[in-house]
């Protein structure tokens, strides 16, 4: 295997940490950064003894631990795991943006400053933002990827193979599937593309019927939740090996599946047109090769083509939306500024937060097409 020089990433929370443990595989040198919070602030140090304790005989990997933001330079990828992750079940990506966009800002322009022609994966969410912050911190656009794709359809093979274990009696391994991608959002507006998916060469729809399609497309986009949901917290072991296996991909010239910057004359190649003259952050499958990055073409039916045209269009919208949440999430605003521009953000959103009658500081969540006697009760500080 080609293994790539020199991997850096940032965060020890869990999908940072397991991140790092699989990239020890690919790489020759790790370094896994976390800021210091105190003089006394040993943390990556230990982590760094445990991951050494699991893969000293599985691994080559020169190993190393740091709190100093210096140690990522000349990194071939810089992978940024910090920030706000899902723990309820009622959470949603865009609830994490206001805390996690300023988090990401000073991320993506420390490392700029040190490893600037690092490729960079960022797995804060919600990731389908994420990209607006990191070109405006002077990332060329071939540089920039997040996390998503690769994740959702490890995903939407799983479930795949669950119903065809159910069809013909016995285990599937997801390497016997051929052209499955999700596209586009990494949310609930993904687009999971297997209808022209293969199993020992017979087109999936004629295995499946459409209840079992159905069934397979509603769980790979609520899969998240569901995770956070029974675990407590949202996953980690998943995304970190999908950071590992696109850093992997990426190096060795493979298919793989992520957000990447994408032109309207790519987009037409593959029958898509759109109306800017804009790249868009999506998600999508290409393949690098020695003069760039090259899309891979996909069948899609007409309902998933326009599914795609639907979010891209919405996409075009969002550099501005994330400047303008930007410019709320700053220093020196009140604590009631910062309050009505979340609520005012959500409620863009579809997600109604209203402050509890006779309740200091207590606020309470729901969705516009719910009940608000179901509301539940959120932290709201949390999320500012």
Same mark, same amino acid.
């Given at each position: 295997?080609?293994?790539?020089?020199?991997?850096?990433?940032?965060?020890?929370?869990?999908?940072?940490?397991?991140?790092?443990?699989?990239?020890?595989?690919?790489?020759?040198?790790?370094?896994?950064?976390?800021?210091?919070?105190?003089?006394?602030?040993?943390?990556?140090?230990?982590?760094?003894?445990?991951?050494?304790?699991?893969?000293?005989?599985?691994?080559?990997?020169?190993?190393?631990?740091? +709190?100093?933001?210096?140690?990522?330079?000349?990194?071939?990828?810089?992978?940024?795991?910090?920030?706000?992750?899902?723990?309820?079940?009622?959470?949603?990506?865009?609830?994490?943006?206001?805390?996690?966009?300023?988090?990401?800002?000073?991320?993506?322009? +420390?490392?700029?400053?040190?490893?600037?022609?690092?490729?960079?994966?960022?797995?804060? +969410?919600?990731?389908?933002?994420?990209?607006?912050?990191?070109?405006?911190?002077?990332? *060329?656009?071939?540089?920039?990827?997040?996390?998503?794709?690769?994740?959702?359809?490890?995903?939407?093979?799983?479930?795949?193979?669950?119903?065809?274990?159910?069809?013909?009696?016995?285990?599937?391994? *997801?390497?016997?599937?051929?052209?499955?991608?999700?596209?586009?959002?990494?949310? *609930?507006?993904?687009?999971?593309?297997?209808?022209?998916?293969?199993?020992?060469?017979?087109?999936?729809?004629?295995?499946?019927?459409?209840?079992?399609?159905?069934?397979?497309?509603?769980?790979?986009?609520?899969?998240?939740?569901?995770?956070?949901?029974?675990?407590?917290?949202?996953?980690?072991?998943? *995304?970190?090996?999908?950071?590992?296996?696109?850093?992997?991909?990426?190096? +060795?010239?493979?298919?793989?599946?992520?957000?990447?910057?994408?032109?309207?004359?790519?987009?037409?190649?593959?029958?898509?047109?759109?109306?800017?003259?804009?790249?868009?952050?999506?998600?999508?499958?290409?393949?690098?090769?020695?003069?760039?990055?090259?899309?891979?073409?996909?069948?899609?039916?007409?309902?998933?083509?326009?599914?795609?045209?639907?979010?891209?269009?919405?996409?075009?919208?969002?550099?501005?939306?994330?400047?303008?949440?930007?410019?709320?999430?700053?220093?020196?605003?009140?604590?009631?500024?910062?309050?009505?521009?979340?609520?005012?953000?959500?409620?863009?959103?579809?997600?109604?937060?209203?402050?509890?009658?006779?309740?200091?500081?207590?606020?309470?969540?729901?969705?516009?097409?719910?009940?608000?006697?179901?509301?539940?009760?959120?932290?709201?500080?949390?999320?500012?």
């Amino acid at each position: 295997m080609n293994k790539i020089k020199k991997v850096s990433v940032i965060g020890i929370g869990g999908v940072g940490a397991h991140a790092a443990c699989f990239s020890t595989f690919i790489s020759d040198n790790l370094v896994l950064y976390n800021r210091q919070r105190s003089d006394e602030d040993e943390r990556v140090d230990g982590m760094i003894r445990d991951m050494c304790d699991a893969l000293s005989h599985f691994t080559g990997c020169n190993i190393k631990g740091s +709190n100093s933001i210096e140690d990522i330079a000349d990194s071939d990828v810089v992978v940024t795991t910090i920030g706000l992750g899902r723990e309820f079940g009622f959470e949603t990506r865009d609830m994490l943006f206001f805390k996690n966009a300023s988090l990401i800002k000073v991320t993506m322009d +420390n490392i700029k400053k040190i490893s600037p022609d690092t490729r960079v994966i960022i797995a804060t +969410n919600p990731v389908d933002y994420m990209g607006t912050i990191a070109k405006a911190a002077g990332f *060329p656009e071939e540089n920039i990827f997040c996390l998503g794709g690769e994740l959702d359809t490890a995903r939407l093979g799983r479930f795949i193979c669950d119903a065809l274990e159910r069809k013909i009696g016995r285990y599937v391994n *997801p390497r016997e599937l051929e052209d499955i991608y999700v596209v586009g959002s990494h949310g *609930p507006n993904m687009i999971p593309v297997f209808s022209h998916g293969k199993f020992e060469g017979k087109y999936l729809k004629e295995i499946l019927d459409d209840g079992d399609i159905k069934a397979i497309t509603q769980q790979t986009k609520s899969e998240g939740a569901t995770i956070t949901k029974k675990k407590g917290k949202s996953g980690a072991i998943g *995304p970190g090996a999908s950071i590992a296996r696109m850093i992997d991909k990426g190096h +060795n010239g493979l298919p793989m599946i992520a957000h990447t910057y994408v032109t309207p004359a790519e987009l037409k190649e593959l029958g898509i047109e759109i109306d800017s003259d804009n790249s868009v952050f999506t998600g999508m499958p290409f393949r690098f090769r020695s003069r760039g990055r090259q899309l891979i073409s996909i069948s899609m039916t007409d309902e998933e083509r326009s599914a795609l045209i639907k979010f891209i269009k919405g996409q075009n919208a969002r550099d501005d939306e994330v400047r303008v949440i930007l410019s709320k999430t700053e220093e020196g605003l009140s604590k009631e500024e910062k309050v009505d521009n979340f609520i005012s953000f959500m409620a863009q959103k579809g997600v109604i937060i209203k402050p509890v009658l006779g309740e200091e500081g207590g606020y309470e969540i729901y969705k516009e097409d719910e009940d608000p006697r179901n509301a539940l009760s959120i932290n709201i500080w949390k999320y500012i």
